[in-house]
C-alpha cells in the first residue's frame, strides 16, 4: 500500500468509526467530541505505528515527545477537526491524514464521513472556475477580522462553516473560493487540507505569501491562505495593505 493509500484508507476508517460512535447514541454533545477523539486518535495512532514503524507521528490528541524532529517523514493528524461540530452533530467536520516530507506537505487525504467523500492529494482532480461574486469562507462562531476585510474589498459572500477541514475541501471541492484563516491553528489544523489543495493545484500559503512548513519544533501555524492561484496576488496584496493599514 502507497502513502497515499494508506492516508486515504486511514481517514476513510476513522470517519466511519467516527459515525458509529455518534450513532451509538450515549454520548452528550461534549461528551461525544472527547470520546470521537480519544477513539479516532487511538485508532489512527496505532495504525500508522504498525503499517509506519520508522516514520515519525504528530497528532493534536497525543503528547508530542519531540521524537519526530529527528525524522524526514512525519505524519501528521487530526482524529477529528471541528470537534465542536461533531459533537454537536453537524457535517462540516472532517478527518486529516497526511505525510510531510523534510518539512513539506506532500501527500494527505481529508475524510467528510458525512458526505461519504475522501479528498486525497493521488488523485486530483479539476476546480470547478470561480463564479462572481466570490465566495469566502469563513468560522461560523469567530470570522477572522483579515478575512472580513478582505471579502468586503472583494465584493465576496461569506459561507460560514466549520471545520478548516471542511472550508478547505469546500475550495477543493468548487463549492467556495477563498479560505483566509488567521485566527491561530496548529499544524495537524492545516497539512493533510494543504496537501490535498497543492494536489489540485490551488495555492496554499501563510497570510504573507510564505510557505507553511511543517514538522516544526513550534506546531503553532497560525494563518493560511487556499485559493485558486490567479486570485492569489490580489488577496495577498491586499493583506498587506491591512498590515500597512494598521
Request: hydrophobic residues 40%; aromatic residues 2%; negative net charge.
Given at each position: 500500500m502507497t502513502d497515499a493509500e494508506l492516508a486515504a484508507h486511514l481517514a476513510e476508517t476513522a470517519g466511519r468509526i467516527l459515525i458509529e460512535v455518534r450513532n451509538a447514541g450515549i454520548f452528550s454533545d461534549k461528551?461525544?467530541?472527547?470520546?470521537?477523539?480519544?477513539?479516532a486518535n487511538q485508532f489512527l495512532v496505532h495504525a500508522i505505528?504498525?503499517?509506519r514503524p520508522n516514520d515519525g507521528l504528530l497528532s493534536e490528541e497525543m503528547k508530542d515527545d519531540g521524537a519526530r524532529l529527528a525524522k524526514s517523514r512525519v505524519w501528521?493528524?487530526?482524529?477529528?477537526?471541528?470537534?465542536?461540530?461533531?459533537?454537536e452533530k453537524r457535517a462540516d467536520w472532517a478527518v486529516h491524514v497526511g505525510l510531510a516530507i523534510d518539512g513539506e506537505p506532500?501527500?494527505?487525504?481529508v475524510a467528510l464521513p458525512d458526505a461519504g467523500l475522501v479528498l486525497r492529494s493521488d488523485h486530483p482532480a479539476p476546480v470547478p472556475p470561480s463564479p462572481t461574486p466570490l465566495r469566502m469562507l469563513v468560522s461560523r462562531t469567530r470570522p477572522a477580522k483579515e478575512a472580513l476585510a478582505v471579502a468586503e474589498r472583494l465584493g465576496a459572500d461569506l459561507v460560514?462553516?466549520?471545520?478548516?477541514?471542511?472550508?478547505?475541501?469546500?475550495v477543493v471541492r468548487g463549492d467556495a473560493d477563498i479560505y483566509l484563516h488567521s485566527g491561530g491553528q496548529f499544524e495537524w489544523d492545516s497539512m493533510a487540507p494543504v496537501a490535498v489543495a497543492l494536489a489540485h493545484?490551488?495555492?496554499c500559503s501563510r497570510i504573507?505569501?510564505?510557505p507553511l512548513i511543517y514538522n516544526q519544533q513550534e506546531v503553532y501555524l497560525p494563518d493560511l491562505l487556499i485559493c485558486p492561484k490567479p486570485l492569489a496576488t490580489e488577496i495577498l496584496t491586499i493583506i498587506a495593505g491591512l498590515d500597512t493599514a494598521t
Open positions: 461528551a461525544l467530541g472527547k470520546a470521537g477523539d480519544q477513539t505505528r504498525e503499517a501528521i493528524v487530526d482524529p477529528v477537526d471541528g470537534t465542536r461540530e461533531y459533537g506532500v501527500i494527505g487525504a460560514p462553516m466549520g471545520s478548516a477541514g471542511a472550508k478547505a475541501m469546500a493545484g490551488l495555492h504573507d505569501g510564505s
